[in-house]
């Protein structure tokens, strides 16, 4: 009975390198979730996949940021030319989409910085 | 322009006595309500939810109170109990997919 994974747990990289984030979510999970944190903020969502449907963008905060999900389960957030705002605790959940309320179960995040 | 709002960053609380967390929304469109709770270096975990068409909903510790009228939801637990210190979040959620969350409440029970 595995929760959701996320590797690395910590990334430390150079403004303008490209970082790839991986999620692994619960096994019959259908809807992926990328949310992220920046200090002392709530939670701010990013993309989520449901099924085979065509992701929701909409939290994208700029076209250096995508994502994928393969094969319907693990999913791996791309973030290109990094910048130092984006450093922030990038959290991955799933659900089962089985009804309201659908409850997210979130995995214990990378934590990213960019010096 | 924040739809769930939680508008005491901390709050602490002596072991034993009762910890009331609140969060307002402005979103009518939630059908649903989630708290979590966050300890440092942890994802979120998933505590209790609260459809939008109940007023509350208890699980042992914990209960969630919603006023629809006043757009407001309370997580209450008691008794409060020092491994309860941690970030709580609500969040809504909806048709949308995704949850919105408030910036969270750090909660200290102190012993």
């Known amino acids: 009975g595995a929760g959701v994974s996320q590797s690395p747990s910590n990334k430390v990289t150079e403004k303008g390198k490209d970082v790839e984030l991986r999620c692994d979510p619960i096994?019959?999970?259908?809807?992926l979730y990328w949310y992220r944190q920046s200090l002392g903020q709530g939670l701010e969502f990013l993309i989520y996949?449901?099924?085979?449907?065509?992701?929701?963008k909409s939290g994208l905060p700029s076209d250096r940021f995508s994502a994928e999900r393969t094969g319907g389960s693990v999913s791996t957030l791309t973030i290109q030319r990094t910048q130092q705002e984006d450093s922030a605790v990038y959290l991955c959940a799933s659900s089962a989409w089985a009804g309201s309320p659908d409850t997210q179960y979130f995995g214990p995040g990378t934590r990213l910085t960019v010096l | 322009d924040q739809q769930v709002k939680q508008n005491s960053p901390s709050l602490s609380v002596q072991e034993g006595r009762i910890s009331i967390l609140n969060c307002d929304y402005t979103?009518?469109?939630?059908?649903?309500f989630l708290w979590y709770k966050k300890y440092p270096a942890e994802g979120p975990t998933f505590l209790i939810s609260?459809?939008?068409?109940?007023d509350k909903n208890e699980d042992g510790r914990l209960t969630v109170f919603l006023n629809k009228s006043a757009k407001h939801l309370s997580l209450h637990i008691v008794p409060s109990q020092p491994g309860d210190s941690a970030v709580y979040f609500c969040?809504?959620?909806?048709?949308?997919?995704?949850?919105?969350f408030g910036k969270g409440t750090k909660l200290s029970v102190k012993p």
């Open positions: 979103n009518s469109m939630f059908d649903y």
């Open positions: 969040a809504g959620g909806g048709s949308q997919g995704n949850l919105i």
């Open positions: 996949f449901q099924g085979n449907s065509a992701p929701d």
């Open positions: 609260i459809s939008s068409i109940k």
């Open positions: 096994s019959g999970h259908t809807a």
